[in-house]
T-cell receptor
Framework: DVKVTQSSRYLVKRTGEKVFLECVQD?????MFWYRQDPGLGLRLIYF???????EKGDIPEGYSVSREKKERFSLILESASTNQTSMYLC????????????FGPGTRLLVL | SQQGEEDPQALSIQEGENATMNCSYK?????LQWYRQNSGRGLVHLIL???NEREKHSGRLRVTLDTSKKSSSLLITASRAADTASYFC???????????WGAGTKLIIKP
């Protein structure tokens, strides 16, 4: 089974802090994704990566950056956390095609005070 | 961008009954997927149906796709308490680099 893990289930940070969310997948998947999920809005794509060191902006990249130095690891960085970034963050991966089955981690619920 | 739409937004039924939820989209697709999310957790893939398929089964799940109506339905038969979750559809419509997600249907199974 594909396993996608995220570094934290819950995080509490203060406004202005730099926040790192880590995601690791163990199935040699090419593509990795970061989404945020807010009530009533479904999933919104922040960034995705189709290869090491490659990244593409999703629908809401502002205030975020990403890093993919190794194939199995995809990091989401909030450069200066703000209260409107309080949300559930979901990491996912897919094998070859970006629009095929995606495998999700358990999510990180981030609260920015 | 979010373009898929699930209907209804919420559904509450008795254990043992069947649950049906629908997903509509606006343009052409290559495939449509259904995912389940238990409270506060990540999403789990249920079924992928391609545009040249009309129906697909997986255990108690049945998915249909009507490309002429641009809609899909997910049927869960003989529902169980463990089916309580939110269900999302996702398509590849209008994009070649991401899935387009609906806002989800929240399903509650009453014992």
């Amino acid at each position: 089974d594909v396993k996608v893990t995220q570094s934290s289930r819950y995080l509490v940070k203060r406004t202005g802090e730099k926040v790192f969310l880590e995601c690791v997948q163990d199935m040699d998947h090419e593509n990795m994704f970061w989404y945020r999920q807010d009530p009533g809005l479904g999933l919104r794509l922040i960034y995705f990566s189709y290869d090491v060191k490659m990244k593409e902006k999703g629908d809401i990249p502002e205030g975020y950056s990403v890093s993919r130095e190794k194939k199995e690891r995809f990091s989401l960085i909030l450069e200066s956390a703000s209260t409107n970034q309080t949300s559930m963050y979901l990491c996912a991966s897919s094998l070859m095609q970006v629009q095929e089955t995606q495998y999700f981690g358990p999510g990180t619920r981030l609260l920015v005070l | 961008s979010q373009q898929g739409e699930e209907d209804p937004q919420a559904l509450s039924i008795q254990e043992g009954e069947n649950a049906t939820m629908n997903c509509s989209y606006k343009t052409s697709i290559n495939n449509l997927q259904w995912y389940r999310q238990n409270s506060g957790r990540g999403l789990v893939h249920l079924i992928l149906i391609r545009s040249n398929e009309r129906e697909k089964h997986s255990g108690r799940l049945r998915v249909t796709l009507d490309t002429s109506k641009k809609s899909s339905s997910l049927l869960i038969t003989a529902s169980r308490a463990a089916d309580t979750a939110s269900y999302f559809c996702a398509t590849d419509e209008g994009s070649n680099y991401q899935l387009i997600w609906g806002a989800g249907t929240k399903l509650i199974i009453k014992p």
